[in-house]
């Protein structure tokens, strides 16, 4: 709440997932690919094998390419963005990580002038000073990943930090080593896939088919050491969680299961294929490893929430220190950059870091129909709802001016008039009461409508206050209340 | 609750600024090749001053230049959230989308340096356009920096422009404030531009003739542009920023000078303490235009010794590395 909130359209995951996936995905191959070339010139080198070290001065042309330019820049880009958009979390991140920074900073300068080196001494230097660059420039973008890992696990899983505030305490915390570990499986992996997208243009034949071979080789090992020591990472993040996981995270997980057996399939169709391996399968192979990067990265930051910085700060920025604080003097009190429109501004920090009204994870939608009141409850008891959501911890006035921010920015016809008849009762149950008891998740309440009268559920809604901590009282006109209660009754009966 | 707290910093604000400035200083040397370079390969391209092969050659160093400036550029990024806290990161956030695109036309840049420079490893010819494209994508860069450092002196306005447009498509509207500044380092570039251009190319007398030319000329308009932006800022007479800038322009001289003897070395080293010099001089003149609002050393100090230790350390290591490879690259040349 100490900067101004960049308010874009576009929804702050997916401007986060747009850098943050690509620069992973190309990162990771930086330092296996840096593994790969080095281990396979050595190997080339002894057998004086021409064609292997033809096929990696190309590999090592598109290694620099690709690595040097979209890979260094994403990677800046990531310090952009995370700027923009939780200026707070970057701010506790460099205060008490800077010399962390600053020691993954010169591991890059090595690993960017050996990048340059290599490539440019292909032809020029001697064949063991060519394979020393090599290795120096694996090390240090190893040490690079060392480093970064130390500072994202944090972020995930802080460990003893939060008590004792110890550098040391939140680098080496319960998911460092499984991590680190994991990430050189990724990397590992990677150099393969990637080395068999070069490979696929190769022309067909014997020399293809051995340089297929060794590259799913790579793949395969990368595979499955990533597979196996995943498990030792999710069990000590679910040993230290302390919220409850959501479908979100389990999802992006399962997807990333099933990716690792469609990997695991077409690296195993590559080796069989390996004489005339087409560029299909290869950019196949690229493709579902860039999704599972992108399944595993959606699992670790929805994992997270509702944090940024596990235990610390929330995804929007709210200080868990200052909890006391909020609650005494408000938010507003805490905002330095002020519209002039309470409401927006409020709106802005308390929900926009997650929320936008009509486009990523949209709540007009979710409150059409309703009204301010309603609104207003679904505010203050945001921590209940079926997501990971920060608790909101301004005053009720603050409350009140969120809801009559979004209220004037819904639509506001009754939800009979939204909505047909035939759909009203589904549509009033998934935006009044779903949020929280959705039918199938832990709080479904399906089962207690079973055999209950009209009468019985009327009077449940005129008393839903007093029925458990922040139910919101129930708003909606006769037809609709109609329709919900008739719509509870068919739950009861399914649910029988 | 009793977390943490986040608001200290973990060496005195003195070191961190030594940092900030040193590799900000490094930063610009590797800028100022880059774009200095293009611009002078540019214009001696499309006057047909030299031949190709010899601009070739000059070409084939901008990729590893390009890779030097965003290398040496993270640093001073990292340690601006110590020296100047929040104001940067306000004013960036202002400016979302401009800022946000620079490491996108940076991207670009850097693929059309590559471009150029592989069609003349293949042709021994100039891709005139691919150098433009690069040239326009190096002075957004620079004027979204100059746009956004600008704003961040100046809080009062940053609260301004972010109560009317809280979209990120806010460039800041007081040009007055940054175009002189922005001209300057432009010249400036082309100065450093001009001496890296006749270091490289001492064997060819056309190329020193070039670069010892834009060295002169480059010098002079900066100068010229430095000096009137420096009559804008009130109370400047007042701070050790006016000693800076003597020291600076002491050094250019004698880098001047030494470059005419063609002694590159001695040239270069002065030339570096001139830039460093300049860059302290644009430091005080930040911190006093945010005397008001924000001093640097009010914040809670907790030294993290250890962690300092092992960045000093590695950073010996990196740099006696660096200096290895380099020694077995040329070593094949010898």
Redesign the interface.
């Known amino acids: 709440m100490?900067?101004?909130?960049?308010?874009?359209t576009t929804g702050y995951g997916i401007l986060m997932a747009c850098i943050a996936i690509v620069h992973v995905f190309i990162s990771h191959f930086a330092i296996g690919g840096g593994l790969y070339l080095v281990v396979t010139e050595q190997m080339a080198r002894r057998h004086n094998d021409e064609p292997t070290l033809a096929f990696l001065q190309k590999l090592a042309k598109f290694f620099v390419?690709v690595t040097?330019?979209?890979g260094?820049?994403?990677g800046?880009?990531i310090?952009?963005?995370i700027?923009?958009l939780n200026?707070l979390a970057?701010?506790?991140l460099?205060?008490?990580y800077?010399?962390?920074?600053?020691?993954e900073?010169?591991?890059?300068?090595?690993e960017?002038?050996?990048a340059?080196?290599y490539y440019?001494?292909w032809n020029?230097?001697?064949a063991k000073?060519h394979i020393?660059?090599g290795w120096?420039y694996f090390i240090?973008a190893w040490l690079s990943l060392v480093i970064i890992n130390g500072i994202l696990t944090f972020m995930l899983t802080p460990g003893k930090?939060?008590a004792?505030?110890n550098?040391?305490d939140g680098f080496f915390n319960p998911t460092y080593w499984p991590g680190v570990i994991m990430r050189t499986g990724v990397c590992v992996m990677l150099a393969g896939l990637y080395a068999l997208l070069v490979a696929s243009r190769q022309a067909a034949g014997e020399f293809k088919a051995r340089i297929v071979r060794y590259s799913v080789t790579w793949g395969l090992f990368g595979l499955a050491l990533t597979t196996v020591v995943q498990r030792w990472y999710l069990s000590a993040i679910l040993a230290t969680l302390t919220t409850k996981v959501l479908p979100g995270p389990i999802l992006a997980l399962r997807s990333a299961a099933w990716l690792a057996i469609v990997i695991g399939g077409l690296l195993m169709l590559a080796w069989m294929l390996a004489r005339r391996l087409p560029v299909i399968v290869a950019a196949l192979l690229m493709l579902s490893g860039l999704a599972w990067f992108g399944s595993f990265e959606s699992f670790r930051e929805s994992v997270r929430k509702p944090y940024v910085i596990t235990?610390?700060i929330y995804g929007n920025g709210v200080e868990?220190?200052k909890?006391?604080k909020y609650k005494k003097e408000g938010y507003l009190a805490q905002i330095t950059?002020?519209?002039?429109d309470d409401g927006a501004d409020l709106f802005?920090h308390a929900c926009r870091s997650c929320h936008t009204l009509d486009g990523y994870r949209p709540l007009k939608p979710a409150f059409d129909g309703t009204d301010q009141k309603f609104i207003a409850s679904i505010v203050r008891g945001a921590h209940l709802l079926n997501a990971n959501m920060p608790p909101f911890f301004g005053t009720a006035a603050e409350a009140d001016q969120i809801a009559a921010y979004i209220y004037k920015r819904i639509d506001q016809r009754p939800l009979d008039q939204i909505y047909p008849a035939a759909d009203l009762g589904r549509q009033a149950f998934t935006i009044r009461c779903a949020k929280c008891h959705k039918p199938g998740t832990a709080h479904d309440k399906s089962k207690s409508f079973t055999g209950q009268s009209t009468d019985d559920l009327n009077g449940m809604l005129d008393n839903l206050p007093e029925l458990a901590e922040g139910m919101p009282a129930y708003t909606g006109n006769a037809t609709e209340r109609a329709a919900l209660v008739a719509y509870l009754q068919s739950l009861g009966k399914v649910a029988k | 609750?009793?977390?943490?707290?986040?608001?200290?910093?973990?060496?005195p604000i003195q070191l961190?600024t030594v940092?900030h400035l040193l590799t900000l200083s490094l930063h610009f040397l590797a800028m100022n090749l880059l774009l200095g370079g293009v611009i002078i390969v540019l214009i001696a391209g499309l006057r047909k001053q030299w031949d190709d092969p010899t601009l070739v050659k000059f070409v084939k160093l901008f990729?590893?230049a390009m890779?030097a400036t965003?290398?040496?550029?993270?640093?001073p990024?990292?340690?601006l959230?110590?020296v100047y806290h929040?104001q940067v990161?306000?004013a960036?956030?202002?400016s979302?989308?401009f800022?946000?695109l620079?490491?996108?036309v940076?991207?670009v840049v850097?693929?059309a340096l590559?471009r150029t420079s592989l069609k003349g490893e293949r042709t021994g010819k100039l891709s005139v356009p691919a150098l433009l494209l690069a040239l326009a994508g190096l002075l957004y860069i620079s004027l979204t920096y100059s746009s956004v450092f600008s704003m961040a002196e100046q809080p009062k306005l940053?609260?301004d422009l972010?109560?009317q447009d809280?979209?990120?498509w806010v460039w800041n509207p007081a040009t007055g404030d940054y175009l002189l500044r922005w001209l300057h380092m432009i010249l400036g570039a082309i100065a450093v531009g001009g001496y890296w251009i006749g270091a490289i190319g001492k064997d060819s007398p056309v190329a020193f003739q070039t670069g010892k030319r834009f060295y002169m000329v480059g010098v002079a308009l900066a100068a010229v542009a430095g000096s009137a932006y420096l009559m804008t800022v009130p109370g400047l007479m007042h701070t050790r920023a006016i000693w800076g800038l003597v020291v600076g322009i002491i050094l250019t001289l004698g880098s001047l000078h030494l470059f005419f003897k063609k002694k590159f070395c001695l040239s270069g080293v002065l030339l570096l303490g001139s830039m460093l010099m300049m860059v302290y001089a644009r430091h005080m003149v930040r911190l006093l235009r945010l005397a008001d609002t924000y001093r640097p050393d009010s914040m809670r100090f907790a030294p993290?010794w250890?962690?300092?230790a092992?960045?000093l350390v590695?950073?010996v290591?990196?740099?006696a590395?660096?200096a290895y490879?380099?020694r077995?690259?040329t070593?094949?040349?010898a």
């Open positions: 100490m900067y101004p909130f960049w308010d874009v390419l040097l330019v979209a260094v820049l994403t800046v880009g310090w952009f963005i700027g923009l200026p970057t701010e506790a460099i205060h008490n800077v010399w962390g920074w600053a020691t900073w010169t591991f890059f300068v090595g960017i002038a050996a340059l080196i440019y001494g020029k230097m001697a000073a020393i660059v120096i240090f930090w939060l004792t505030g550098f040391w235990g610390y868990v220190a909890t006391d950059y002020r519209t002039g802005r | 609750m009793n977390l943490p707290n986040y608001e200290f910093l973990s060496a961190v940092l990729p590893v890779a965003i290398t040496l550029g993270i640093a990024l990292l340690f959230q110590l929040r990161y306000a960036a956030i202002v979302g989308w800022w946000l620079v490491p996108a940076a991207v850097y693929y590559y940053i609260h972010y109560a809280q979209s990120g993290q250890g962690p300092f092992l960045f590695c950073f290591v990196a740099l590395v660096v490879m380099v077995l690259l070593a094949k040349r």
